[in-house]
Structure formats: structure tokens, C-alpha cells
């Protein structure tokens, strides 16, 4: 086999081994060059680039599915060595919750509760958006069973009607039973106000708030944004409210809910694991269970 300089020759043995040529010189200083490493190398070069905000589990995760036998330290490994770690994230997240108001504050029935089927326990929150010239604002409604987003919007403004608009998208499409689905939100005044309460109390729905200044509750709805701004917002330039709305719309639609990989659902997507009908193999619970969590 010829060395480094022959390029002309090492480049079908590279074709019919199915490695690139890149991966061929980093390890040509072995005195039998590892193929099986080398393709496997370029398969997690591959999809670190398309998935830049993955980290090595998630990238473990995609390699098994299209086959390779690997392990979370071998991925770790090798995506070290080639410095293909995915990027850092920013921690702050600024406040859209304004709970100085006058309306009723509901107690916390989700802290402790824990779903077992969809539809059970919803997640509400707003964000900002930033654009070229203004910031534009964002509500979603999470199913913290699957973690899929079952209602969104956006506007410019943080109105009653932004949230409304996000909760009737929800209700539309997931057309709950009555009295067995909870609704977790802040104390913001966009959820306490009576149009809001209102429409859950016609649909049956229970509300449910978090606690004065505690994130915690509500954590799920606070992971999906987090996961919205870093794979999303903060690599994107949005010209206006349309556009925003477009590219926000395309994220929570075809990527986050059908093809983001979810650690807390074993590796799938909010989509698949519906799909997959998890719930279906647990045992229904008894008269006691049933009413301490809905």
C-alpha cells in the first residue's frame, strides 16, 4: 500500500472500503489501519454536523440505529479526539411572568404527579423570541407524558389571547376526556385571568399552578424552551414575525416532535413514543391511584 503521498492510489481503496480519505491518513501512522474505525468516525463526523447541539449519547443513540455496534464511551471517545463536541448553551432565560394580579392562584396538583398516558398532565410557559428589530413571544402547550409540544403561538405581544391561542390549538387537536387532564402553568396573569380558566373550565380541564418563584415546577415546559433557543433561536436570524413564526413552527413541528431524540423517552422522538403506545402495558390503576392523580 502506498503512503500518504500516493493520493491518487489510496483513493479507490478508501472508495471500496467505504471510509474517507480523511479518516484514511488519521490513521495511517497504524501499522494496520483500522477500517471499521475509520467508517465509524465518519459516521459520527456525519452526524455531529447535521445535529451540531447533540451530545455523544444522543449521537450513540443514531449510530445504533443505523447499525453500529458502539458504545457511549467509544462515541465520547472519538468525538473528543476529532473535537466534535456539541456546542455549549446558554443558561439564561429571561422572565415573561407577570403574577402580581388580582385573579385566583390555583394549587399545585402536578408537583407530585407523575403520568402515565398522554393526556394527563399539560405543561404551559411563554418565552421571548428575539428578532432583527423587536422580540416577538411565544406560548406552547407540552404533554409532559411524551414531551410533545400539542399547542403553540406567536405573536408580538403577551396578551391573554397569545396563551388562548396556544391552548385552543391543544384542545383542538388532542380533543381530551373531560375531568382527566391537568393543567400546569405559572402564576403569570396570562393564565389566571378568566378568559384563560374559563376556556379549561369548559373543556374540563383542571388548572394547576407552580408555587411563587419556584422554576421547578414547571420544568418540563422550561426544558423545551431551553431546547427551543439552543437548537433553534440562537442560530437563527428572523427578519419579521412571519418569518419567526415559519421557522419556529418548522422546528416544533418536524423536528422536535418527529425526529429529536429524547433521553427521557429512550432515545425517541415525542412522536414515536406515542406511537409506540408505552402505556398500553401498564396495569390500569386502582380507585386510589386514580384519584390522587387526576
Not at 47 to 68: M, N, Q, V
Not at 109 to 117: K, S, Y
Not at 240 to 256: N, S, T, W
Amino acid at each position: 500500500m502506498t503512503g500518504p503521498q500516493g493520493g491518487a492510489r489510496i483513493e479507490p481503496l478508501c472508495l471500496a472500503a467505504g471510509v474517507s480519505r480523511a479518516s484514511f491518513y488519521r490513521g495511517w501512522a497504524q501499522t494496520e489501519p483500522d477500517l471499521e474505525e475509520m467508517a465509524v468516525r465518519d459516521a459520527i463526523q456525519r452526524l455531529a454536523l447535521s445535529h451540531r447541539y447533540y451530545g455523544y449519547r444522543r449521537i450513540g443513540a443514531l449510530l445504533r440505529r443505523e447499525g453500529w455496534a458502539v458504545n457511549a464511551k467509544r462515541v465520547l471517545r472519538l468525538m473528543r479526539d476529532d473535537n466534535l463536541l456539541c456546542l455549549r448553551r446558554k443558561a439564561y432565560v429571561p422572565a415573561t411572568t407577570d403574577s402580581n394580579h388580582g385573579w385566583r392562584v390555583y394549587p399545585n396538583l402536578a408537583r407530585r404527579m407523575v403520568p402515565m398516558a398522554p393526556d394527563r398532565l399539560w405543561v404551559a410557559d411563554i418565552t421571548y423570541i428575539r428578532l432583527e428589530r423587536a422580540f416577538v413571544y411565544l406560548a406552547i402547550v407540552l404533554d409532559a407524558f411524551s414531551r410533545k409540544v400539542v399547542g403553540w403561538a406567536l405573536a408580538d405581544h403577551l396578551a391573554a389571547s397569545l396563551a388562548l391561542e396556544a391552548l385552543n390549538m391543544a384542545l383542538a387537536s388532542r380533543k381530551p376526556p373531560p375531568g382527566e387532564l391537568v393543567h400546569h402553568s405559572d402564576r403569570g396573569v396570562q393564565y389566571a385571568c378568566a378568559d384563560y380558566t374559563r376556556a379549561l373550565e369548559d373543556a374540563g380541564v383542571i388548572p394547576s399552578m407552580s408555587r411563587g418563584g419556584c422554576p421547578y415546577d414547571n420544568a418540563k415546559a422550561e426544558s423545551f424552551m431551553k431546547t427551543l433557543k439552543t437548537e433553534e433561536v440562537d442560530g437563527s436570524a428572523y427578519r419579521d414575525l412571519a418569518h419567526a413564526r415559519a421557522q419556529v413552527g418548522d422546528f416544533i413541528e418536524q423536528v422536535y416532535n418527529r425526529t429529536r431524540l429524547h433521553s427521557s423517552l429512550d432515545y425517541l422522538s415525542p412522536v414515536e413514543f406515542e406511537e409506540a403506545r408505552p402505556w398500553t402495558a401498564i396495569p390500569p390503576p386502582n380507585a386510589a391511584t386514580t384519584t390522587a392523580v387526576t
